[in-house]
C-alpha cells in the first residue's frame, strides 16, 4: 500500500519566521517535527488545521495528514518523516480505542521517545484513561496554540 | 437606475457629511480615544444607486430579498403547543447504537407524544459505506447515530413508524450523503413490503456531497462518480417519488469549515449550480426538480448579525438571479431559494465555557434571524456540552422564540432593514464579494473541478485559521474564553442527563456485529453475488441509472458495505487533501 502524502501548501497564511526562531528550535539546532493526524472515521479537522497552520508560525515544521487515517498509517508516517511530536484529533468519541493504539504501534516501531499529544472534544472523564495509556496530555476545545507549542518545547527541550 | 435622493440633495448631504466627521465627529473620537472602525454611520450617499424594484421587491416575489413567502408561518409545533411535554425532543436529530436502541429510543418519545418521522442520526460508518464488522470501524459503532448495514436495519428502525405512523403519514429526514441513494434504495423496498406506493412517501436525505469533500468529510468516491450516483437518485426521484427531497444544499457545514460570509455564498450557490446544471443535463425539467433542491441555511457561527442578515438578503435575491437568467427557470417559483429563510443560530456560534452565555448568543441570532425572514428558532445553549439538551435549555428556548414572536413582535414586519443605507450597502458588499467567487469557481470549470483542485477545502483552513488567529491573539472578542476571565467571574456549572441508555451505547457494537453476522447466515448470497456483478457492470456505464439496481440489491439484503466495495472497484475512493 502506497502512503500518498499530499502537502498542500497555504502560502498565504505562512510568514517568514520570525527572527527569535533560535528559542523554538531543538538543542542540536533542528527545528521541531509535528505530525499532526485524524485516525478513525471523523471528518472534523477545522482544529487540526488550525493547529497545523499555528504551531508552523510558531516555527515547527508540522505535516497535517487530513482525515481518516489508520493508527498502522499513522505510525508509519511518523517513522518516515522522523517527527518529534504526534498530535492526534478525534471528535468522534473512538479516542479511547484509537489513541492507545496509535501509542502502542509507535512503540512497536521504536518511536517511545516520541511525544504523543491528544484533542479533540475529548470528554474531561476519559482524560486519565488516555494520559494512563501514553498521552502525555490532552487539548480540549478552547486549547490555545501558545499553550501547545509551549507544552511541546518544555516536553522536548 | 432610479434614484431616491436628487444629486443635488446628495451633494447637500455630501458637505454636510465632511463637515460633520471633521467637526462633531473627530472631537468625539478625540474625546472618547475611540477609533473609526467602532463607530460608522450610513447615509443615503452609501446607497446612491439603489433601485428598490430590481434589489428588494416583495416579499414572496422574485429576487426574493423580502424573503420567500408573503407572510409568516406559524411556530413550531414545539413553540405552538404547550400541551407537549419538554422531555419529548421531536424533530432533534437522533439515533445510536444498534437499529433495535434506536427504534426503542423512536417507541420511548412516541408514550410521552411524538407524533412525527424520525429525524435520522447515522454512525459513521454507516455514513461511510463501512459495515459494522470491518476493522476500520473499530470503536465507531453507533457512536455519531444508529448503525445500518442492511435493508434488515432500517426496517428494524421503522418497526416505531407504523399504523398512524406509516411511511405515508411521516416525513423522514436523514442526515445521510455519500451512501444516500443506497439509504432510498432501502426505503423504497421497505414502502414496497408494506403495500405503500412510492409516490406517497415524504422526506429530505441531506445528500448534498460536494460539501462532504468541502466541509465534512463523509465521502467515499471521488467527486464525479459521487456526482453520477446523485444525479441517478434526483433522475429516480424525480420520476418515482416526487414528493422526496433531492438534497438539503447545506451551509453551515461551509461557514463551521472556516468560510466567512461571502465565501459561504459564493461556495454554497457553486455547488447549488453545479446541481441544477446535472439535473438539467439528465434531461430533467428544471421548474419541476428544483422544487426538490431546498436549501439549510442555518450557519451562524458567529453573533455579528448584521453581517448574517445582509448574507441572508443576498443569498435569496442572488440564487434568484442565477435560476432566472443562468437556468431561465419560467415558474416564479423555481426562482425562490426553498428553505433560505434567516440566519439559523449554529453550535459552532456557541462555546462551552460560562455555557449559560449561550443563551445569550442564540438569542440575538434569533433576533437576527426574525428579522431576516427566519422563524426565530434557535439552539440550546448546552449545544457545546455533550451530547443532549437539558429540559432547562429547551424550555429557555422555547420560550425564547415565544418571546420574540409574541412579546416583541420581530416577526410582524417582513425584512425590516429593507432600505436602511447601511443594510442595504453591506447587502451590496457581501453580494459583490459573493459573485467574485462564483466567477472564480466559474473560471476552474464549476463547483465539481474547484472541489477536485481543492479550492474551497483551502478557502475553509485559511478562513478557520484566521478566525482562530484573531481569537487567540484577543483581536476577536468571545466572552468568557479569551476576555472577561477573571477570578471572580462565575461559572455556573449545569445538570445534565445523556439522551441514550449508557449500557447501550456501551455495548452497540458487539451486538451490530451480531446482529450482521446473522443476517449474512440467513440471506441467500448467492443471488446477491449476482446483483452486485450486475451493478458493478451497469456503473461502468456512466448513462446507466444505478438506483433500479440499487434497489433489486438491497432487498436481498445486500450490505452497505458490500454494495460499496462493488461501487468502489468502478469509481475507485478518494483521499482528502491535507496541509
Redesign the interface.
Given at each position: 500500500m502506497c502512503l500518498?502524502?499530499?502537502?498542500?501548501?497555504?502560502s498565504?497564511?505562512r510568514r517568514p519566521l520570525p527572527d527569535n526562531t533560535m528559542e523554538k528550535q531543538m538543542d542540536n539546532g533542528r527545528r521541531i517535527r509535528v505530525l499532526l493526524a485524524k485516525p478513525?472515521?471523523?471528518?472534523?479537522?477545522?482544529g487540526a488545521?488550525?493547529i497545523?497552520?499555528?504551531l508552523r508560525d510558531a516555527g515547527m515544521e508540522?505535516?497535517?495528514?487530513?482525515?481518516?487515517w489508520?493508527p498502522e498509517e499513522i505510525a508509519e508516517v511518523a517513522l518516515q518523516e522522523s517527527v518529534d511530536v504526534v498530535g492526534l484529533s478525534s471528535l468522534?468519541?473512538?479516542h479511547?480505542?484509537?489513541f492507545p493504539r496509535v501509542v502502542e504501534l509507535l512503540r512497536a516501531k521504536g518511536m517511545s521517545d516520541v511525544l504523543v499529544i491528544g484533542g479533540g472534544n475529548i470528554?474531561e472523564a476519559d482524560i486519565p484513561y488516555l494520559e494512563e495509556k501514553g498521552i502525555r496530555k490532552v487539548f480540549g476545545?478552547?486549547s490555545?496554540?501558545?499553550a501547545i507549542a509551549d507544552f511541546i518545547r518544555q516536553q522536548l527541550i | 437606475m432610479t434614484e431616491i435622493f436628487s444629486q443635488e440633495k446628495l451633494k447637500d448631504i455630501e458637505e454636510k457629511r465632511r463637515e460633520w466627521e471633521k467637526g462633531t465627529y473627530q472631537a468625539a473620537l478625540d474625546r472618547m480615544h475611540a477609533a473609526r472602525e467602532e463607530n460608522r454611520f450610513y447615509t443615503p450617499l452609501d446607497i446612491k444607486d439603489y433601485d428598490f424594484l430590481e434589489k428588494e421587491g416583495f416579499p414572496g416575489q422574485y429576487p426574493f430579498t423580502a424573503g420567500e413567502y408573503a407572510a409568516k408561518s406559524p411556530g413550531s409545533p414545539e413553540i405552538e403547543d404547550s400541551e407537549r411535554l419538554l422531555t419529548q425532543a421531536t424533530l432533534y436529530y437522533s439515533g445510536y447504537g444498534t437499529p433495535e436502541d434506536t427504534r426503542d429510543y423512536y417507541k420511548q418519545m412516541q408514550a410521552m407524544d411524538q407524533r412525527v418521522g424520525p429525524n435520522l442520526a447515522f454512525d459513521l460508518p454507516t455514513q461511510l459505506g463501512l459495515d459494522s464488522d470491518n476493522p476500520v470501524a473499530l470503536g465507531e459503532i453507533g457512536r455519531t447515530g444508529v448503525a445500518i448495514d442492511s435493508l434488515r436495519d432500517m426496517e428494524v428502525v421503522y418497526e416505531a413508524f407504523v399504523n398512524n405512523l406509516d411511511l405515508d403519514k411521516i416525513a423522514s429526514s436523514w442526515t445521510i450523503n455519500a451512501p444516500a441513494s443506497i439509504i432510498t434504495a432501502m426505503y423504497a423496498v421497505l414502502a414496497k413490503k408494506r403495500g405503500i406506493p412510492l409516490s406517497k412517501l415524504r422526506g429530505t436525505p441531506q445528500n448534498d456531497i460536494l460539501k462532504e469533500y468541502i466541509a465534512r468529510g463523509t465521502y467515499i468516491f471521488p467527486p464525479r462518480p459521487a456526482m453520477r450516483l446523485t444525479r441517478d437518485m434526483m433522475v429516480y426521484l424525480t420520476k418515482h417519488m416526487p414528493l422526496f427531497n433531492i438534497m438539503t444544499i447545506a451551509m453551515s457545514h461551509i461557514q463551521s469549515a472556516g468560510a466567512d460570509s461571502e465565501g459561504l455564498v459564493g461556495i454554497v450557490i457553486s455547488n447549488g449550480i453545479a446541481y441544477v446544471q446535472m439535473g438539467i443535463d439528465a434531461g430533467l425539467d428544471v421548474d419541476v426538480f428544483v422544487k426538490r433542491l431546498p436549501f439549510l441555511t442555518a450557519a451562524c457561527t458567529t453573533v455579528e448579525i448584521y453581517r448574517e442578515i445582509a448574507r441572508a438578503r443576498a443569498f435569496r435575491r442572488m440564487w434568484a438571479k442565477v435560476m432566472k437568467e443562468r437556468f431561465g427557470a419560467k415558474d416564479p417559483r423555481s426562482c425562490m431559494p426553498r428553505g433560505a429563510w434567516g440566519v439559523g443560530v449554529s453550535g459552532s456560534a456557541m462555546v462551552p465555557q460560562r455555557c449559560l452565555n449561550n443563551l445569550t448568543r442564540a438569542v440575538i441570532i434569533g433576533v437576527a434571524d426574525a428579522m431576516a425572514g427566519g422563524r426565530a428558532t434557535m439552539t440550546c445553549y448546552d449545544e457545546p456540552l455533550e451530547l443532549g439538551h437539558s429540559l432547562e435549555a429547551r424550555q429557555l428556548n422555547y420560550d425564547a422564540e415565544r418571546i420574540i414572536r409574541y412579546e416583541a413582535k420581530l416577526l410582524d414586519v417582513m425584512d425590516p432593514w429593507a432600505g436602511s443605507y447601511f443594510m442595504e450597502a453591506l447587502t451590496d458588499e457581501v453580494e459583490a464579494k459573493a459573485w467574485k467567487i462564483i466567477h472564480e469557481i466559474d473560471k476552474m470549470g464549476g463547483a465539481v473541478a474547484a472541489v477536485e483542485a481543492g479550492y474551497q477545502y483551502r478557502v475553509c483552513a485559511r478562513g478557520a485559521y484566521e478566525r482562530h488567529r484573531k481569537i487567540f491573539n484577543g483581536e476577536r472578542i468571545m466572552v468568557g474564553v479569551n476576555r472577561f476571565v477573571g477570578p471572580h467571574e462565575l461559572d455556573v456549572p449545569i445538570n445534565r442527563h445523556h439522551p441514550y441508555d449508557a449500557m447501550r451505547r456501551e455495548n452497540a457494537e458487539e451486538r451490530q456485529i451480531a446482529n450482521l453476522k446473522e443476517l449474512k447466515r440467513n440471506r441467500n448470497n448467492k443471488n446477491i453475488e449476482v446483483n452486485l456483478k450486475r451493478l458493478e457492470e451497469a456503473a461502468r456505464d456512466e448513462t446507466a441509472n444505478l438506483m433500479p439496481l440499487l434497489i433489486e440489491a438491497v432487498e436481498e439484503y445486500a450490505t452497505l458495505g458490500e454494495i460499496c466495495s462493488s461501487l468502489i472497484k468502478v469509481f475507485g475512493t478518494y483521499r482528502g487533501p491535507g496541509l
Open positions: 500518498r502524502l499530499r502537502l498542500h501548501g497555504i498565504s497564511a478513525g472515521l471523523d471528518g472534523h479537522d477545522v488545521k488550525v497545523a497552520l499555528g508540522v505535516i497535517y495528514t487530513g482525515i481518516r489508520t468522534s468519541g473512538a479511547k480505542k484509537l470528554p476545545s478552547g490555545t496554540i501558545e | -
